[in-house]
């Protein structure tokens, strides 16, 4: 067990998240333990108290706690199983000397965390580093059930730039979605600002995001501002449509709940259209039944950014999950007749 200690940020460690750096530091760190430390005060930067995503910056001082020892070396992160290094390896998209993008599988969680396990984007990351020394890391996430395009960085100064780039909001993501009934206007923006419900059910799972009318954000408790683009691609008489959806701003949850919100939840949307519902029409439920899946009907589509060492515009794209591909094809949808950006003559 150590003692307390005081490390300082080095200049070339800023701008990055806090539980990514302390797991730099300290490998027997997980997900969990460094946000008990962060609820429970001790874990503190300059002084105050933190989250795990608050962002250190170089010269900054952080107060780490008494710390088990770390384990032995060949310990200290078990073995990939060949079954889950096949998987991860067969999800990358594209990848150059700085960049590895992944189509993310559905079901399979960006980092681990409260109630995520340990079989998670970021623990397989020993499988994609393709003859380099450090593993790639994480430069934003998808929620467990979206599927699409996940980008890492396979060095510290890539993923420092791809995160300003996020911060920036230069990088650009359309998401494609299945969405209970028909949205009036078919193109549109949702302005609803964003909180987090109280409580939560055992080990976090339970978290749910409220809509707050705009003009009430600033007057809300922990609501942030939130922003997203929609377009109708296609739809199934009153029942069911193909949105694209862009998330001007990065909330949790955000295009789940605002396309709740608009009446017209995300087929497969248990948490915020119901799980026991079947949609007849006119946006209500958020289960078509019959032979859809009731996974969630949400994914990455495609992202463009400025590679942060060609500068070069660079647009990826990721084929449809299995239970969405069947979906379509079921709709009569075809996702090669749609343009790759729908917005752009708006």
Same mark, same amino acid.
């Given at each position: 067990?150590?003692?307390?200690?005081?490390?300082?940020?080095?200049?070339?460690?800023?701008?990055?998240?806090?539980?990514?750096?302390?797991?730099?530091?300290? /490998?027997?760190?997980?997900?969990?333990?460094?946000?008990?430390?962060?609820?429970?005060?001790?874990?503190?930067?300059?002084?105050?108290?933190?989250?795990?995503?608050?962002?250190?910056?170089?010269?900054?001082?952080?107060?780490?706690?008494?710390?088990?020892?770390?384990?032995?070396?060949?310990?200290?992160?078990?073995?990939?199983?060949?079954?889950?290094?096949?998987?991860?390896?067969?999800?990358?998209?594209?990848?150059?000397?700085?960049?590895?993008?992944?189509?993310?599988?559905?079901?399979?969680?960006?980092?681990?965390?409260?109630?995520?396990?340990?079989?998670?984007?970021?623990?397989?990351?020993?499988?994609?580093?393709?003859?380099?020394?450090?593993?790639?890391?994480?430069?934003?996430?998808?929620?467990?059930?979206?599927?699409?395009?996940?980008?890492?960085?396979?060095?510290?100064?890539?993923?420092?730039?791809?995160? %300003?780039?996020?911060?920036?909001?230069?990088?650009?993501?359309?998401?494609?979605?299945?969405?209970?009934?028909? /949205?009036?206007?078919?193109?549109?923006?949702?302005?609803?600002?964003?909180?987090?419900?109280?409580?939560?059910?055992?080990?976090?799972?339970?978290?749910?995001?409220?809509?707050?009318? /705009?003009?009430?954000?600033?007057?809300?408790?922990?609501?942030?501002?939130?922003?997203?683009?929609?377009?109708?691609?296609?739809?199934?008489?009153?029942?069911?449509?193909?949105?694209?959806?862009?998330?001007?701003?990065?909330?949790?949850?955000?295009?789940?709940?605002?396309?709740?919100?608009?009446?017209?939840?995300?087929?497969?949307?248990?948490?915020?259209?119901?799980?026991?519902? %079947?949609?007849?029409?006119?946006?209500?439920?958020?289960?078509?039944?019959?032979?859809?899946?009731?996974?969630?009907?949400?994914?990455?589509?495609?992202?463009?950014?400025?590679?942060?060492?060609?500068?070069?515009?660079?647009?990826?794209?990721?084929?449809? /999950?299995?239970?969405?591909?069947?979906?379509?094809?079921?709709?009569?949808?075809?996702?090669?007749?749609?343009?790759?950006?729908?917005?752009?003559?708006?």
């Amino acid at each position: 067990m150590s003692g307390v200690q005081t490390i300082r940020v080095g200049d070339d460690e800023g701008e990055q998240r806090l539980d990514r750096w302390l797991r730099r530091k300290f /490998p027997q760190l997980n997900q969990i333990a460094i946000e008990k430390l962060c609820r429970t005060g001790q874990l503190r930067v300059d002084g105050g108290r933190v989250k795990p995503a608050s962002r250190v910056e170089a010269g900054q001082e952080v107060r780490v706690p008494p710390l088990p020892d770390a384990a032995p070396a060949a310990a200290e992160r078990p073995s990939l199983r060949e079954t889950d290094a096949e998987m991860i390896q067969a999800a990358v998209l594209w990848r150059d000397e700085h960049i590895i993008a992944l189509n993310k599988p559905a079901g399979l969680p960006s980092q681990g965390g409260s109630g995520q396990g340990d079989r998670h984007v970021d623990g397989l990351t020993a499988a994609l580093m393709f003859g380099y020394k450090d593993r790639p890391k994480l430069v934003h996430r998808l929620d467990k059930d979206t599927s699409g395009v996940l980008l890492l960085a396979r060095t510290d100064r890539v993923a420092r730039r791809l995160s %300003e780039a996020f911060r920036g909001r230069t990088t650009r993501k359309i998401y494609w979605a299945a969405v209970a009934g028909v /949205p009036s206007p078919r193109m549109g923006t949702v302005r609803f600002g964003l909180v987090k419900a109280a409580g939560h059910g055992r080990g976090g799972e339970g978290e749910k995001m409220i809509c707050v009318h /705009p003009a009430r954000v600033e007057q809300t408790e922990g609501a942030k501002r939130a922003t997203t683009d929609y377009a109708v691609l296609d739809s199934l008489g009153s029942r069911v449509s193909w949105c694209a959806l862009v998330p001007v701003t990065g909330r949790t949850h955000q295009l789940r709940a605002h396309m709740a919100e608009l009446g017209h939840p995300i087929i497969g949307d248990g948490k915020y259209g119901g799980s026991g519902q %079947e949609n007849l029409g006119d946006g209500w439920g958020a289960q078509l039944g019959g032979e859809i899946s009731r996974k969630l009907h949400l994914h990455a589509r495609s992202i463009s950014f400025d590679h942060p060492i060609t500068g070069k515009r660079i647009t990826l794209t990721a084929p449809l /999950p299995e239970h969405m591909a069947r979906t379509w094809k079921t709709l009569g949808w075809h996702e090669n007749e749609m343009p790759a950006d729908p917005f752009e003559d708006a």
